[in-house]
């Protein structure tokens, strides 16, 4: 039976970015054989246009039956103004805890070709593969307690919980552990142990997982404070990162600004079995949408996680990823990763140009 992919454009440079997407995929299904077929759906703002809501019930329906999902952005200011409850983003929240979407997966790689852009020093970042697993379904985002409330003398107190059962570090730290063997063979945990329970029962579970059950992978705790510090130090000394959610939603963000562009990173989110949401680390980016500029590689690279994560064709993923390497090898770049010397392009030629690759390469 032919495999289903959700594709969800969303909003802002979504539709551009997707659309490139799409036609690599195509290529690398036809060069492949590998029977993915895929239908279209609503999310984010055009859903609330739509439907009212941002994940309206036919997109659960379709996200369910579906064996993967390639997601653009959802967002934009059009939607700011709404009602908090039915605002895009809370679509994307339900659709990763609907689908059980707990680990998300991002890597920091900066193509050697791309060195200049990083903010830090070539030596310092050149050839940089790291790969954080962030916790997406539970602690302090979702953790109840939560709200703001009133007290006795009248001031106004904002709170929220942040709580992690064992099994549920139990399982990220596995799919952490699980790709580090099919890496460098090194965890580091970030924690703040020294401060907050729930991370020290974290690090306790984490460090007794390692010793049962994956005594062939280096593991090390860190700090969060240390692990940001050591992040833009020396960031090439990690190799995967696991932690919860809040410091896995900062530490990922800043591992991308390494790389100097957040139009180059791709995303997954993961279930227990292999599902997954495959999506670009950046947003909707109203202010370029329509333009034909937004850069569509780190959609197209997560195109390559999908193959890699849920199909298991690591064949056909590393095609595409070598297929962009060329194209920067070519010179080829949008604006956002434009330097002296090299050709500027749109979102569409730079997608057509990563087909060419492919269609050279594949035939
Ligand atoms: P953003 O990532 O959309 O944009 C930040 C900056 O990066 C902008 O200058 C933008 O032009 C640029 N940029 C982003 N992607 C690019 C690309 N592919 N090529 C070239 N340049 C790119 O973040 P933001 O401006 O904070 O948010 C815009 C909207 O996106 C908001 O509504 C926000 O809620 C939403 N958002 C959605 C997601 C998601 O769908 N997963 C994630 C983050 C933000």
Not at 110 to 139: H, N
Request: proline residues 4%; hydrophobic residues 40%.
């Amino acid at each position: 039976m032919s495999k289903q992919i959700l594709v969800l454009a969303g909003d802002g440079i979504g539709p551009e970015i997707v659309a490139a997407a799409e036609k690599v995929l195509e290529t690398v299904n036809n060069a492949f054989k590998l029977d993915l077929q895929w239908e279209h759906g609503l999310l984010g703002g055009v859903a609330i246009d739509q439907y009212g809501e941002p994940y309206p019930e036919a997109t659960s329906e379709q996200a369910k039956k579906a064996d993967a999902i390639l997601l653009g952005a959802v967002g934009g200011p059009k939607w700011d103004q709404i009602e908090r409850s039915i605002r895009p983003e809370r679509g994307l929240l339900k659709i990763r805890s609907e689908l059980n979407l707990f680990a998300n997966l991002r890597p920091a790689i900066l193509y050697p070709q791309l060195a200049d852009a990083s903010s830090l020093k070539p030596e310092v970042v050149a050839g940089l593969d790291i790969l954080i697993v962030r916790e997406l379904t539970g602690g302090i985002y979702f953790g109840q307690p939560r709200g703001i409330r009133e007290l006795e003398n009248g001031e106004k107190q904002g709170y929220n919980t942040d709580v992690y059962a064992e099994s549920e570090i139990k399982r990220i730290a596995k799919v952490a552990f699980d790709l580090a063997g099919l890496r460098g063979g090194k965890v580091c945990s970030v924690d703040k142990a020294n401060v907050l329970e729930v991370t020290e029962l974290w690090k306790q579970t984490v460090s007794q997982e390692q010793q049962e059950n994956y005594p062939n992978i280096q593991l090390s705790h860190m700090y969060v404070d240390n692990a940001a510090m050591q992040l833009v130090r020396a960031p090439k000394q990690f190799d995967v990162i696991v932690t919860g959610n809040l410091f896995g939603d900062i530490l990922s963000d800043e591992a991308a600004m390494l790389t100097g562009s957040i139009g180059m990173l791709p995303s997954a989110s993961l279930d227990e079995h292999g599902k997954g949401m495959y999506e670009p680390c950046h947003g909707s980016a109203p202010d370029i949408a329509g333009k034909d500029i937004a850069n569509p590689l780190a959609t197209i690279l997560s195109v390559a996680m999908m193959l890699r994560y849920t199909f298991r064709e690591e064949t056909a993923a590393k095609a595409i990823e070598d297929a962009v390497g060329q194209v920067l090898d070519q010179g080829l770049r949008t604006a956002d990763i434009l330097s002296e010397g090299m050709t500027k392009v749109g979102t569409k030629a730079m997608g057509q140009a990563v087909v060419d690759v492919l269609n050279r390469t594949l035939k």
